[in-house]
């Protein structure tokens, strides 16, 4: 059984740095064609999709956020940890992590997501 | 970057209704279209993947449609469970997300 958790502050201030961390079971991401992917949905609107890494560690990211998302994996740690520089309370919205499997282009399995609120 | 429009915005549908979202895509995306509905609180759950693919586990009077820069999602009966918020994702080039088409309560 695949699950997903995502972890971090709930509450940065603007400017800061965010980590996030996506601990996975059920899967290797050492295995070819699996990736893991960050999404984020801000509160009312619509899903948006940040960055995605992949078994080969070759890294994909959202061309509108690129310059401030870093996307790494620990494979040994079974972790995905995704940072994003500068932020800003536009950025408050629910990170979730999803896995995404070798035969597929869809996400089919999610982390519950976590709520982070930027504010001074 | 590929753009992601859905309509409509909003539906508003009665139990047992024919449902038909729309897709588009700003350039051609063949069949690389993934489906996913969305309730209140909850993660959202992949319905369809590469434009028609029903994923296990899926109701049949769910199916998916189109290729190139069109595709629809219908529902063929619409039942209680199915009120809630359906987003397409284009995975051709990066990935990008429609803004979503909230199905509710006529």
């Known amino acids: 059984q695949i699950t997903l958790k995502e972890s971090g502050p709930t509450l940065v201030k603007p400017t800061q740095t965010l980590t996030l961390t996506c601990t996975f079971s059920?899967?290797?991401?050492?295995?070819?064609?699996?990736?893991v992917g960050w999404i984020r949905q801000p509160p009312g609107k619509a899903l948006e999709w940040l960055a995605l890494?992949?078994?080969?560690?070759?890294?994909r990211y959202s061309p509108s956020l690129k310059s401030r998302l870093t996307i790494t994996k620990d494979t040994s740690k079974n972790q995905v940890v995704l940072t994003m520089t500068n932020m800003d309370p536009v950025d408050t919205a629910t990170y979730s992590c999803a896995h995404r499997g070798g035969l597929r282009g869809g996400f089919d399995i999610w982390g519950q997501g976590t709520v982070v609120t930027v504010s001074s | 970057d590929i753009q992601m429009t859905q309509s409509p915005s909003t539906l508003s549908a009665s139990v047992g209704d024919r449902v038909t979202i729309t897709c588009r895509a700003s350039q051609s995306i063949s069949s690389w279209l993934a489906w996913y509905q969305q309730k209140p609180g909850k993660a959202p759950k992949l319905l369809i993947d590469k434009a028609s693919g029903l994923e296990s586990g899926v109701p049949s009077r769910f199916s998916g449609s189109g290729s190139g820069t069109e595709f629809t999602l219908t529902i063929s009966s619409l039942q209680p469970d199915d009120f809630a918020t359906y987003y397409c994702q284009q995975y051709n080039s990066l990935l990008t997300f429609g803004g979503g088409t909230k199905v509710e309560i006529k």
């Open positions: 059920g899967f290797s991401l050492s295995t070819s064609g699996v990736g």
């Open positions: 890494i992949y078994w080969d560690d070759d890294k």
